[in-house]
């Protein structure tokens, strides 16, 4: 009887996959899983592909001792294994068991020799095998019933190598591959070959003479360098070829007959996957036997559903009893005249209420009131009775908002871990309950399900916060931020549309005036947007020489063209093309169509997207507005109080990065350096280039700024060589002396390290962790990556709680001391307001001291303050 036995390659598929899938992965216990999980991709991939009637998997047992006897050298050069692959040999081998797929070692021989004997044993039986592997060796094994299934490109780009496909690609025959091997050795293993035989070398010799004896019978053939390197190496030929042949006859025990797959039992992969959270991987294994993953629905218990009078009352209930209500909203699939509006559900102690419309508002209006709840996102739920739009009437006051006492799920979830892509219901169910919502078939179903999963979430979230010392970090700092954010995105911006559309006029004029100019230097039109277009004109065209590659060809990105500009003149016009462009599509033409129904620009800002604690912004992005530029300042002079009579100030944390890293390290001279009160960057410069501070130029301040930063930033002497356009041994040894002037720094930085390193997460002085596990990456890049945002989160992370204490306290004392004025933008570590003229030096003087207050550091904590017409002039 045919039969088709697959035989994996298991240290030649964990390595591959183990580079191929870089993202950080781990089981509950720390366990790196990322290996195993690209692995189960590529042999499911393939069993899918190949439909085998038989798995075995081989793996090396120790070092070979037959070629390491023959050859001392063999392997000697490869590093040791990483540590993050190693651990994870025994968990593949305990999957694939479960999988019933027999696993196979000898201690002394490699997997390769497995493979060629297994290969060897289903010829005799007449039996189809696929060798799987990524090692070129095996092509020695190809024949009409044996082929070589080779990993090409990532873990899932596969090709099937029988003897034909072989012959093609290397022009020998499998007879002949381990003569080709012998001549031309591999450099990977250290088998040294004949010097001087390349690839189409010992093809040319082979297809000659046939084989390495023939050659050598031949050698007199042969001239020159290549006759005389032939004859001084034929031991070492021979030798290299003994090497590199796969051995067909080891003695292990394997019942070729009897294998067959799938054959193993769906409750044995389920709970060895399981213990690895490998659910994707587990769901392909499955379905191979027809068979569905376990259901990893929460059993959740949903209580009785009250509607009309009966459920308000029993939200009444709730309220007065202060339960802690799971509030939940489902919007309408599709918005139609007919619509009642959007589904609520109010999950209590003893019953769950479900309202549509206006009725649900109004529950929900009573609860942010007078009641405890909690929401997968507080905000979006308060913008439902407290629109961000004021032409649209609200159901609650500002005041009522700010003392809402809603748990946000979301944001509990972000501080948790900010290193996620998003808060959902079923990503959290995922992380803190191990299973997932179930499933719904009405709006009603599915708003009582989540309502009620909140309840649970916020219990699960609660403990997970409180054991990872990170509950300080989002109930005094985090939560309270939600209803100020709502209140700051209902106050909302306004802009001079007049204005704005003068300096869209301006935008086309320069964009026209570019495009002109560009076409008149390229000679010839083309889209000025298309990268592969303006490679052709640069590169092609003016012949100018390209600096970089990527996939698509080569780079025309904004360093590259920054560096063409100094030999020719369309880059730097390009770049201002790119400038104008960008800010007149994104600002100048998109703001007056994102103008609500008041006349004001509403943003979003959102706590729970960057990884580092600080807030953004969309819809519009305003935290984007460039500043360095005239036409981006152009941009800010277009926002203007909210009504007649007022002013914008604005207040801005001076230096507070470097302040912070002054804190942090306690270095001596950085602390004197602020407490001095004199420019630090001139300080800087002044202890880093050894001159008084009267003698330092501005070059040299400029170049002390940014070092400066550069450091906060955890940046490197090829980073600064490119921020200052100066040599890297320059910008090395400028960070050298930096160090040399603040020790205490360097100490600090390289304890932060090797703190996260041990810790897995580093931290702010008020306690907000970020997870990061490139600190343990093998990859040099992200590895690097991992020790920058090590070194920086302390600092940024900080700023970021420090701001958004001060837009807690801020935003109280507006409430509680009757200011008039409003905050209207936070912009990183500057806070924007509208204020009547006769309250500014009022606001001005509370802002400032709430700002400089909120913390107590080794160093001054400083907010500049200042005021004006537009938000341009109020800098």
């Known amino acids: 009887m045919s039969k088709k036995i697959a035989v994996i390659d298991g240290n030649s598929l964990m390595h591959r996959a183990y580079h191929a899938v870089q993202t950080p992965m781990t089981a509950k216990d720390g366990t790196p899983t990322n290996a195993v999980f690209g692995f189960l991709t590529m042999l499911c991939k393939f069993i899918e592909m190949a439909s085998p009637d038989a798995v075995v998997c081989a793996f090396d047992a120790g070092k070979p001792v037959h070629r390491i006897e023959a050859m001392a050298q063999y392997k000697a050069q490869r590093p040791p294994m990483d540590e993050e692959l190693h651990v994870q040999f025994p968990v593949i081998q305990e999957l694939l068991e479960s999988m019933a797929i027999p696993v196979v070692k000898v201690p002394g021989w490699e997997g390769d020799d497995i493979l060629g004997t297994i290969a060897a044993r289903d010829e005799a039986l007449g039996y189809e095998t696929l060798l799987v592997t990524g090692d070129k060796d095996a092509y020695q094994l190809a024949s009409e019933l044996t082929r070589i299934v080779t990993t090409k490109k990532g873990i899932t780009d596969v090709t099937i190598n029988g003897p034909a496909e072989v012959e093609e690609r290397y022009g020998v025959t499998p007879a002949q591959f381990i003569d080709y091997l012998g001549l031309m050795g591999d450099s990977s293993d250290n088998i040294p070959g004949v010097p001087g035989i390349g690839p189409k070398t010992a093809t040319k010799l082979l297809q000659t ?9 031949h050698v007199g053939e042969l001239k020159g360098k290549q ?17 590199a042949t796969i051995v067909t006859d080891l003695d ?17 992969v389920e709970e060895a996957f399981g213990k690895y959270q490998l659910a994707s991987p587990l769901a392909r294994v499955l379905a191979m036997i027809d068979a569905e993953p376990p259901s990893r629905e929460a059993k959740l218990e949903v209580a009785p559903v009250l509607e009309g009078d009966a459920g308000a009352a029993e939200v009444a209930r709730a309220v007065k009893a202060g339960e802690t209500i799971g509030v939940a909203f489902v919007d309408p699939e599709q918005v139609s005249l007919f619509d009642e509006g959007a589904t609520g559900a109010f999950a209590t102690d003893e019953a769950t209420v479900v309202a549509v419309g206006d009725d649900a508002l109004a529950l929900l209006a009573q609860v942010v009131r007078e009641g405890s709840f909690v929401a997968l996102d507080v905000k979006a739920e308060l913008h439902r009775v407290y629109p961000a739009d004021t032409a649209e009437p609200a159901l609650v006051s500002d005041g009522e908002v700010l003392s809402a006492d809603g748990f946000d799920l979301s944001v509990a979830g972000y501080v948790l871990n900010s290193s ?58 985090d939560l309270p931020l939600v209803g100020v954010l709502a209140v700051m995105e209902r106050v909302g911006a306004a802009i001079d549309a007049e204005r704005l559309e003068a300096l869209g006029r301006e935008a086309q004029a320069e964009v026209d005036g570019l495009t002109a100019q560009i076409y008149e230097l390229a000679g010839e039109p083309f889209n000025l947007s298309s990268p592969k277009q303006l490679a052709h004109i640069l590169f092609e065209v003016l012949e100018l020489p390209p600096v970089k590659k990527n996939q698509r060809g080569y780079s025309t990105d904004a360093k590259v063209l920054t560096e063409l500009s100094a030999i020719h003149p369309l880059p730097d016009l390009i770049l201002r093309y790119r400038e104008f462009s960008k800010i007149k599509n994104t600002y100048i033409d998109a703001l007056p169509r994102m103008r609500a129904a008041d006349g004001r620009v509403h943003t979003q800002f959102n706590e729970t997207v960057t990884t580092t604690g600080r807030l953004s912004s969309s819809d519009p992005n305003l935290q984007n507005i460039p500043v360095r530029t005239e036409f981006g300042r152009q941009i800010r002079s277009c926002f203007v109080p909210l009504r007649t009579g007022e002013l914008f100030l604005s207040a801005d944390y001076s230096q507070i990065e470097l302040r912070l890293l002054a804190h942090l390290s306690g270095d001596e001279h950085l602390v004197a350096a602020f407490n001095s009160g004199a420019d630090f960057h001139a300080s800087t410069a002044s202890r880093v280039f050894g001159l008084p501070v009267e003698a330092v130029t501005p070059e040299l301040r400029s170049r002390a700024k ?7 930033y955890g940046q490197q002497a090829f980073g600064l060589s490119q921020t200052l356009d100066i040599p890297v041994a320059e910008a090395r040894e400028m960070i050298d002396r930096y160090f040399e002037a603040y020790p205490g720094v360097r100490t600090y930085l390289d304890e932060t390290v090797a703190e996260a390193r041990e810790r897995g997460f580093a931290e702010t002085m008020l306690g907000r962790k970020r997870h990061i ?39 109280r004392r507006l409430l509680a001391e009757d200011f008039e004025a409003q905050l209207m933008i936070q912009v990183h570590d500057e806070l924007d307001f509208s204020v009547p003229a006769g309250e500014v030096e009022r606001l001005a003087a509370m802002v400032k001291e709430v700002m400089e207050g909120v913390v107590s550091l080794k160093v001054p904590l400083i907010a500049d303050v200042s005021w004006g017409p537009t938000w341009a002039e109020a800098h």
């Open 209 to 217: 003479y046939g084989s390495m004896e023939g050659i050598y019978e």
């Open 227 to 243: 006759k005389e390197n032939i004859e001084n190496n034929r031991e070492t030929a021979f030798l290299s070829r003994e090497i």
């Open 252 to 268: 292990f025990p394997l019942d070729l007959e009897a294998v067959s797959f799938p054959a193993f039992d769906a409750a044995d």
């Open 420 to 477: 996620l892509s998003a808060y959902t219901y079923d990503s959290l169910m995922e992380a803190l309950a191990a299973s997932t919502l179930p499933e719904a078939e009405t709006d009603a179903e599915r708003a009582t399900i989540r309502a009620t999963a909140a309840r649970l979430l916020k219990g699960l979230l609660e403990e997970a916060l409180k054991k990872d010392g990170s509950w300080d970090a989002y109930a005094d700092i």
């Open 706 to 712: 940014a070092v400066n930063f550069g450091i906060v």
């Open 773 to 811: 596990p490139e600190l343990k990456s093998s990859n040099g890049q992200q590895r690097a990556f991992g020790e920058r945002t090590a070194m920086n989160h302390p600092m940024q992370g900080s700023a970021a709680d420090i701001i958004k204490m001060a837009m807690n306290e801020v935003q």
